[in-house]
């Protein structure tokens, strides 16, 4: 079992950063790829990044790509979301999730647990 606690989330004018960090409970961190989604308003959640368990491989939806980068600290529990450049359009909630040990997708995939959420809101 793996609990996830986003934070880092705020107001920011477009063209500003953030960074989002997700802390994970539990001794097996370093044994579960991690990745990062978001909700628009009245939208599905999407995936945004993700990051091998080893940090060896990521990867990004087109629309983050050369403005948000996914890291993790395995050490401290820890994935972040550093996100650059920001825009109007980047406003939703964004979440943490976990697949199942040793699992890795590319893309949006099947994650077993999940984080409770952080507002983004990027003003224009």
């Known amino acids: 079992q793996v609990q996830l606690v986003e934070s880092g989330g705020g107001l920011v004018q477009a063209g500003g950063s953030l960074r989002l960090s997700c802390a994970a409970s539990?001794?097996?961190?370093?044994?579960?790829?991690m990745g990062w989604f978001h909700q628009a308003p009245g939208k599905e959640r999407e995936f945004v990044a993700a990051?091998?368990?080893?940090?060896?491989?990521?990867n990004y939806a087109d629309s983050v790509k050369g403005r948000f980068t996914i890291s993790r600290d395995n050490a401290k529990n820890t994935v972040y979301l550093q996100m650059n450049s920001l825009k109007p359009e980047d406003t939703a909630v964004y979440y943490c999730a976990a697949p199942p040990r040793y699992t890795y997708f590319e893309g949006p995939g099947v994650y077993t647990f999940w984080g409770q959420g952080t507002q983004v809101t990027i003003s224009s």
């Open positions: 539990g001794r097996t961190f370093s044994s579960y790829a």
């Open positions: 990051i091998r368990w080893s940090g060896g491989n990521t």
